[in-house]
């Protein structure tokens, strides 16, 4: 039971990317004790794992974990299939870096976890506005999910319920961008593209590091974004 002594736990999703960072420092900025969790999931740009690994003991979460998925013994997506390239310009519909079933999966382990802490928070750093169309980024997944969370766990059925917050889904770039500098997010730690080396350096030409470049364009603010 959280008191007035006592901040509340929330599980925060973090890939090392620009988005969940800015969620991470948004979560904290509230009072709550963070406990950050990232996928191993066999993507290729593996490098924003140490990105998350940093972020998270650089602003001091309680805890960091990293889960191993073997989501690249499926295929099926640009990200976990390296006979699939990555697309560098934009495409029409759901793209190839689509990981199917993705967010579905890491919020069902995300929410294991929060129901072990007694956490009743869950942050996911999803973008309706400026993102590449996936179909796990958008409310109605959102809204779903949390119905669903709500029906299938004890602290659901027993306690007080969980809350799935995606507090960045309907800011654009630009704005997700504009907040985490207010909160003090070093954006030159995150890492975001989809081909990155492993020491983090984008490729600056793939719909992701494409978004991101845009984004620090429009808020009018220095890209630090490490390029090859």
């Known amino acids: 039971m959280t008191t007035a002594h006592t901040p509340a ?7 090392g990317g620009l988005d969940s960072a800015t969620v991470l420092a948004m979560a904290q900025s509230q009072g709550y004790q963070c406990y950050s ?10 490098a924003e794992l140490n ?7 650089a602003v001091g979460v309680v805890e960091h974990k990293v889960i191993g998925l073997d989501f690249d013994g499926m295929g099926g997506s640009a990200l976990t299939d390296t006979d699939v390239a990555v697309p560098e310009q934009a495409q029409q519909g759901i793209p190839v870096t689509y990981v199917p079933a993705r967010n579905t999966v890491f919020l069902a382990l995300a929410l294991g976890w929060a ?17 590449s169309g996936y179909p796990d980024c958008r ?17 659901g059925v027993e306690g007080d319920g969980f809350r799935i917050q ?7 770039k630009a704005e997700i961008v504009q907040a985490g500098t207010r ?10 593209c989809y081909q990155a080396s492993e020491h983090g350096l ?12 845009e984004g620090f364009a429009a808020a009018g603010l220095v890209d630090p974004t490490r390029y090859r």
Do not use: M, W
């Open 37 to 46: 969790i990232s996928f191993d999931y066999g993507q290729r740009h593996r």
């Open 202 to 213: 984008a490729c600056g030409r793939c719909d992701s590091c494409r978004l991101r470049a």
């Open 183 to 192: 909160l003090g997010v070093d954006y030159s730690q995150t890492v975001s």
């Open 139 to 155: 409310p109605e997944f959102v809204a779903a999910f949390e119905l669903l969370a709500n029906l299938a766990t004890r602290e």
């Open 115 to 131: 129901e072990v802490l007694s956490a009743r928070d869950i942050f996911i750093g999803v973008n309706a506005v400026d993102y």
């Open 51 to 57: 990105a998350a690994k940093a972020l998270a003991k």
């Open 9 to 15: 736990k929330a599980v925060v999703l973090l890939s």
């Open 166 to 172: 995606a507090p960045l889904q309907h800011l654009s």
